[in-house]
């Protein structure tokens, strides 16, 4: 909703400030839509007198590559139209979106930080943790998808319980040409773990065997969804045998 309003009110403005949510008290874009409110009201504060206040408003955040922004979205104002940039109600409801944007964000810290306190009294949470690309948001979540680890016989059972297993060739007369994952499985893990593939291309751990396979995958042209999805397949995998090794 606060997007589709920004579209009225601020149209563009996502492409030079882009909105994250998990951040929201340094977010820069919420801190810009609570000050300007549309860019009507920039244009009739007028270039010098704008500058100057979203220079004050950059100062108040952790982004080091805002300040440098301020004239590219000038421009954007003054080639933009808008449709309800003036309007009273949409102001007000603009606000309401950023605050329930941050109180969200809030709360899901809150129960994400439940969650981690829980996930530290299970045994398989060291090993979790201690693998590239799981951090203190996505380890609990991943845990907490899987549950008992004990409960699957085998890696490739994980993997099915995530919907990341090929449909089988051949199933009475039918005959697959296509084999996709299945995604018959749990969604929020197989995302949490996509996650985790786009942290290890962002890290880059050049002696993590999941990673590693990664590079693999895609030095062999293998698209960028079923690249990650392999890794993911590993990466479950090479889990389950550690977890599983720790019980015993």
Sequence with gaps: QLLSLLDE???????ILPLKSRDPDN????RFIKRFKSFDVIRKMGKTRFLDSYQ??????????????GLAIYELVLNSVTTRGENPLSA????????LVST???????????????AETM?????LRSMAGVGDRLGPIILGEIGDIRRFHSGKALNAYAGNDAPPYQS???????????????????KACFEVMQALKLTKPQDDPVYLFLLKKEQEGKPYNVAKMAAVNKFLRIYYARAMELYK
């Design 92 to 99: 007000m409801t603009q606000d309401q979106c950023v605050d």
């Design 172 to 190: 009475g007369q039918f005959e697959s040409r296509n084999r996709h994952i299945s995604k018959r499985g749990n969604p929020a893990l197989r």
């Design 9 to 15: 009110t601020m149209p563009g403005i996502t492409t």
């Design 27 to 30: 977010c820069v874009l919420l």
């Design 104 to 118: 969200s964000q809030k709360a899901a810290d809150e129960i994400n930080l439940q969650m981690r306190i829980i």
């Design 123 to 127: 045994p398989e949470y060291k090993v």
């Design 56 to 69: 004050v408003l950059v100062k108040k955040t952790k982004d080091r590559f805002a300040g440098s922004k």
